[in-house]
């Protein structure tokens, strides 16, 4: 895939020091960067700690001459799939919203036609101002993404809203800026993520290893492709404050939470790795040892995907098979007895897959067709999953 290029802009606000990191994950992630200074934000960060950190050169001056053979703050507008501001300084806010472009910042971001992100982080009395308030609202009706500042202790010492938003939050904003198809836009999706925990006492469980982060990528990828998204899960995983997120521990609140949301949904994606059984009798106090065996009684608990099959309307239908033996057999089976339209099988046993990696394994077994698929991110796989789903619409 094309390398996708990040126009990261910087002005004068204490926060500046935040956006070295942010620069350097970029470039992690495998995005070229270029970082465009304000001549205040020089007075807070040097230029070279963000060349060393983007690997390229940094611009300041709209004017510079040992930069003529290229008209820059065009090329570098053309050569951009993100412009963001982080942090956005209220000047440089008025500035945009009044169409002012007296320094490159500025110039660039008015000849850039990309998605543009804009991240305020200022003093709470600067942010409150309604000088400030009407230009961050004309910035949004001009189509610009802002990511909202928090709350916090700030750096002058008051305790308010003007914090820089967090790394994460930002560049979930420039991912999800990147993909301009949002053909899930309008659709209702369900999704189902980790471990369901079944209660034996107040002190211990049954439970099995799953993560969540499957379901919380298929998740941020529909999100990020436009959908309203629920999450109804059990999870430690970081989830996009944007994703309806239902927090649930057993199985039986997973059934009751789904039953609830599935009416709603265009699509259903259990990727919840839900207990089959539960403690029949839980004690209410702490089971004390001695020196016996104890045996607990488990009964089986609904299948919720069963269920939904069973209940299915206009709704599709995709499941996960995770076997250690027979993928592809198992995976058909559970595709016709549950009613879906797509089951995603991995095997436990396969390296890169499963359980607690960022990366999956998996074979999409439908109705008709069996795909394998390489080695990817757990992310890639949620992309697959919607363009399978594109592809049947
Ligand atoms: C120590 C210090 C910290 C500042 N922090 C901020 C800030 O967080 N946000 C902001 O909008 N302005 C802040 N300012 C004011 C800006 O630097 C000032 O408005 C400047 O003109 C902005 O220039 P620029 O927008 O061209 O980068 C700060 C100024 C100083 C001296």
């Known amino acids: 895939m094309k390398r996708k290029t990040v126009v990261v802009g910087v002005t004068g606000g204490i926060a500046a020091f935040k956006t070295c990191q942010l620069v350097s994950d970029l470039g992690k992630m495998n995005f070229y960067v270029h970082v465009i200074m304000t001549k205040n934000a020089c007075e807070f960060i040097a230029p070279l700690t963000f060349e060393t950190l983007s690997h390229n050169r940094v611009s300041v001056d709209t004017f510079d001459k040992n930069y003529l053979y290229d008209v820059n703050h065009i090329s570098l507008a053309k050569k951009c ?5 982080a942090p956005c300084s209220a000047n440089v806010i008025g500035k945009i ?4 472009c007296d320094d490159m910042l500025t110039t660039t971001f008015m000849a850039t036609t990309c998605p543009k992100i804009i991240c305020p982080a200022m003093n709470t009395a600067m942010l409150e101002n309604v000088i ?7 910035l949004k009706k001009y189509g610009i993404q802002i990511v909202e500042s928090i709350s916090g202790l700030l750096a002058c010492l008051d305790v308010g809203k ?11 904003s420039i991912n999800d800026a990147m993909i301009c198809d949002k053909y899930l836009k309008d659709k209702n999706i369900l999704i189902t993520a980790g471990a369901t925990v079944e209660k034996i006492d107040p002190v211990r469980y049954i439970s099995n290893h799953s993560t969540g982060k499957m379901g919380v990528a298929i998740a941020t990828c529909a999100k990020r492709l436009g959908a309203n998204v629920t999450l109804i899960c059990n999870t430690n995983e970081k989830v996009d404050p ?17 039953k609830k949301e599935f009416d709603k949904c265009d699509y259903l994606i259990m990727a919840a790795a839900v207990a089959d059984y539960t403690i029949e009798n839980i004690s209410i106090n702490k089971l004390k040892k001695n020196d016996d065996d104890l045996a ?9 995907l069963k269920y939904c099959g069973e209940n299915k309307k206009h709704q599709k239908i995709i499941g996960f098979a ?8 198992n995976a058909k089976s559970k595709l016709s007895k549950k009613n879906c339209d797509l089951i995603v099988a991995n095997n436990i046993n396969d390296k890169g897959a499963g359980f607690a990696t960022n990366t999956n394994l998996v ?11 390489e080695l990817m991110s757990k992310i890639d796989v949620g992309y697959k999953i919607f363009e399978y789903i594109k592809e049947k619409e």
């Open 322 to 329: 995770m076997e250690s033996e027979n993928l592809i057999d």
């Open 162 to 172: 003007g914090k820089l938003a967090d790394s994460d939050v930002i560049i979930e």
């Open 296 to 304: 607990l009684k488990l009964s089986r608990t609904i299948d919720i």
């Open 97 to 100: 919203a009044n169409g002012i």
């Open 81 to 85: 799939d993100v412009f963001i501001i």
């Open 363 to 373: 074979t999409f077994v439908g109705k008709d067709e069996v795909i394998s698929h």
């Open 132 to 138: 400030v308030q009407d230009n961050i609202e004309r």
């Open 242 to 258: 944007n994703i309806n997120r239902i927090d649930v521990k057993s199985a039986s609140e997973m059934y009751e939470n789904v």
